[in-house]
Structure formats: structure tokens, C-alpha cells
């Protein structure tokens, strides 16, 4: 399993374990699901092949499946070869096979011949589509590696990226587990039912399908009025200054499995802000030399007040791209508040702040209340406006029986 970041931020999954299930029992199929989440990653997506199977496609990073999103791009097609030149010098190679991901590699040049010897075997006819300067070419030019005409059926050359033109398709965004197990595909159907599969359907906490916005319904609300190097937006420009919303939900949940190991101690309390994690400790029989001999083994700090304990931990992480667009704040504000509500299952789950107001720019803060959640979830929940210019400026968190409750301030900037 690989991860290609393209330069906005937006995580694509490349190789990744996939396995066709046979539709059956809904406690056989969930406990096949679980014990393959073991092994190959906590993060799935199920997909209807077929009526009688399901394919399970598993990582264990969070992110969106490149390979199927480019066969949507191009149309689905049956027999398709995609190749790239990434940044780093690697090139991308994206192989559909009778509809089927068959290759979905990134590799040094030099590979490239080998990695499409069973496409060679295969004497199928492929439409080839190739981006930037790689070594694969469909006619003979000294030093690359020629296709033999006969599997090509279209071959196109283009000097632009397409990494960089593919949507953040929701339907190919790999879920936790918890989420995952929620689909569908693993719910309990009626006796006549149970060997026929309903249309593919996509859900996150039973609410997307019908409430998530497109791209295309988001951008709708991008004012392209000027650029945030204005002096009149310099507060907007600032207050962007600041990681992207998943990166900092997944640093969390890292933290978080740190310290629940504390030895002898128990971790009652997380608190977020001001670009560092304080947490709070119950002692189950731990001493504090222990601790603090354990605290300075992961160089955290740890200071006690009375009887307070805490542990302070710096987040490490670096700012997002600079922002080029302007949103119009009141419509970007209305529309999080129905989005997260919804997202929250709780009509109230979102309140909102009083407008602030510094030159042209202007930001409103959202209180989410969260309950019973996962370190998952609020992963997930970040990818809602990981591309907006929305800040995480606080989180405490309580810790229940494995799972969070508590409260998230965001920002949401805008004009």
C-alpha cells in the first residue's frame, strides 16, 4: 500500500489489497471483513461486482483510490493503460484489466517495462493515455520502451498532469471500519432478498448519498475576486497559516494511541489549542517517577499543579498550501452548518458564533458537540472541509469506553 500526495493536499491510495467476497450470511461477511482489516489496513471500501460478490479494497491510510477514480474519469472502460511522471521521478502506472484493477503501482523509469509484461501476455487491445515525459512510448524512439502496436487500441500524449485534473470522488474514499461496517451491502436483508444485492450504494453514517455536496456544488461558492496577497485580506492569509484539517485530526489519533499506553496511568482528558495538545492523567497505580521517566522517553512535558497532571505535546506538523480563492462567508457558513449537522446525525449538533470582522476578510466560529465518536471518525469528519478555508482552533475531548466525547471549535473564514 502507497500513498500519492498531489501538491493540494488530497491523499490518493495506490496499491492497495483487494479481495472479491461472495455475498452471504451478513455475520459471515462482517467477521471476513474484520479479520481482513488485521492484516491489511483499517480503512475499506465495498463495491458491488457482479450479483453474487462484493470487492473489498483495504489500506491503512485513509485517502481516495486513484485507480478507480481514473477509470471513472476516462468512462469506465474495459482494457485501460494510464501512465504519468510524477514529481518525484517516479511514473505512475494505472493498469484496467476486463474492468478489474489489475496494476496500480508507482515505480522508478527503468521499471516500466517489466511491470507491464502481463499486460504484453494479455493480447488485449488498451487505450493508453500518457502524461509528461515517461519512458513509454507507441512508436519506436531510441530509449524508450515501445508498446507493440497490436494492444493498442488509442494512444494519446499529453503535457499536463492528469493527477492534478481528478476530482476527490467521494464514492472512492476509503471509510474506517466502523463506518465501513454501516454499508449497506453488510445490512441484514429479508429471506427472499438476501441473494440479490440492491444498488450500489453510497453512504457515510447513512446521510451522504443524499447530503454531501460534488465538487462542482462546492465550488459554486468560490468568489474569484482576488488573491489572499492583498493587504485587505492579510488576516485571511494569516489565519490560513495553518496545517490542513485531516492532517491534524490523523496527528490526533497518534497522539491519542501514544498516550493510552502511559504506564499506570490512565488518560482521562485531550485538549487541542494554540498548536499543542495538553493531556490530562488518572493514576491506576502508577507513580509519578514512572511517568515522568516515561514522558521524557517521548520527550513530552509534563508539569503537575496541585492535583493536576499533565502532559504537553507540540504538534509537528507544517502549513498547507496558501490559499488562492475567497469564499463568500455567509453561504460558505450555511451551507457547513446544514453539511456537519447532518454529518453529526444531530440537528443541533453545530452552533454559531458571532461574525469578526478584520479588513476585507471575515471569519465566524462553529461549535461541533461530539459524541461517542472515534479518532476515525473525526478523520473522517475533517475531510468535510479539509479543501475550505476553515481552521481547527481547539478540540477537548473526554475519554468514554473507547470512544470521544467532547467539543471542536472550527474557524470558517471568509469574505
Not at 474484520?34 to 483495504?58: C, H, I, S, W, Y
Not at 447530503?211 to 492569509?237: F, G, I, L, N
Not at 521517566?293 to 504538534?315: C, D, G, K, V
Not at 449538533?349 to 476585507?360: F, H, L, M, P
Request: proline share 5%; net charge negative.
Amino acid at each position: 500500500m502507497a500513498t500519492v500526495i498531489r501538491k493540494d493536499g488530497l491523499h490518493f491510495i495506490i496499491q492497495a489489497y483487494r479481495e472479491v467476497l461472495p455475498i452471504r450470511k451478513k455475520s459471515l461477511m462482517v467477521r471476513d471483513v474484520k479479520q481482513l482489516t488485521e492484516q491489511n489496513g483499517q480503512f475499506l471500501r465495498l463495491f458491488k461486482k457482479g450479483e453474487k460478490n462484493l470487492e473489498a479494497v483495504f489500506s491503512k491510510e485513509p485517502g481516495f483510490l486513484l485507480a478507480e477514480i481514473i477509470r471513472e474519469h476516462f468512462g469506465h472502460p474495459e482494457n485501460l493503460l494510464v501512465c504519468e511522471a510524477l514529481p518525484d521521478g517516479k511514473i505512475l502506472l494505472v493498469l484496467i484489466r476486463d474492468g478489474m484493477v489489475h496494476l496500480d503501482v508507482a515505480v522508478t523509469p527503468e521499471r516500466v517495462p517489466s511491470e507491464l509484461t502481463s499486460m504484453i501476455a494479455s493480447q488485449k487491445k488498451y487505450k493508453v493515455f500518457v502524461y509528461g515525459n515517461t519512458p513509454l512510448t507507441g512508436q519506436m524512439v531510441e530509449g524508450k520502451f515501445q508498446l507493440p502496436a497490436q494492444l493498442i487500441e488509442i494512444f494519446q500524449q499529453f503535457n499536463d498532469s492528469l493527477l492534478n485534473q481528478l476530482p476527490a470522488s467521494i464514492q472512492f474514499q476509503l471509510l474506517p471500519l466502523p463506518i465501513a461496517l454501516k454499508s449497506d451491502y453488510l445490512k441484514s436483508m429479508p429471506r427472499a432478498l438476501y441473494f440479490s444485492l440492491c444498488a450500489i450504494v453510497i453512504i457515510l453514517l447513512g446521510w451522504w448519498i443524499f447530503h454531501t455536496p460534488t465538487e462542482k456544488t462546492r465550488v459554486e461558492y468560490v468568489m474569484h475576486r482576488a488573491t489572499t496577497s492583498m493587504p485587505t485580506y492579510q488576516a485571511y492569509d494569516q489565519a490560513l497559516e495553518t496545517p490542513y484539517p485531516v492532517d491534524q485530526m490523523k496527528e490526533m489519533g497518534t497522539v491519542l494511541s501514544e498516550l493510552a499506553i502511559a504506564p499506570g496511568w490512565v488518560l482521562s482528558q485531550l485538549n487541542f489549542s494554540n498548536n499543542r495538545y495538553t493531556a490530562h492523567f488518572t493514576s491506576q497505580g502508577g507513580d509519578l517517577e514512572t511517568l515522568e521517566s516515561w514522558a521524557e522517553s517521548h520527550r513530552f512535558t509534563m508539569a503537575t499543579a496541585s492535583s493536576n497532571l499533565t502532559i504537553t505535546i507540540p504538534s509537528k506538523l507544517s502549513a498547507r498550501v496558501k490559499p488562492t480563492k475567497i469564499y463568500s462567508l455567509d453561504k460558505l457558513v450555511s451551507f457547513l452548518v446544514d453539511d456537519l449537522n447532518n454529518f453529526l446525525e444531530n440537528s443541533n449538533g453545530v452552533s454559531v458564533g458571532e461574525k469578526q470582522t478584520e479588513g476585507r476578510a471575515s471569519s465566524v466560529e462553529l461549535k461541533l458537540n461530539l459524541s461517542s465518536v472515534s479518532p476515525e471518525f473525526l478523520v473522517v469528519l475533517a475531510t468535510e472541509v479539509n479543501q475550505l478555508p476553515v481552521v481547527i482552533t481547539s478540540v477537548n475531548l473526554s475519554m468514554g469506553d473507547e470512544l470521544l466525547n467532547g467539543t471542536m471549535i472550527m474557524t470558517v473564514w471568509g469574505d
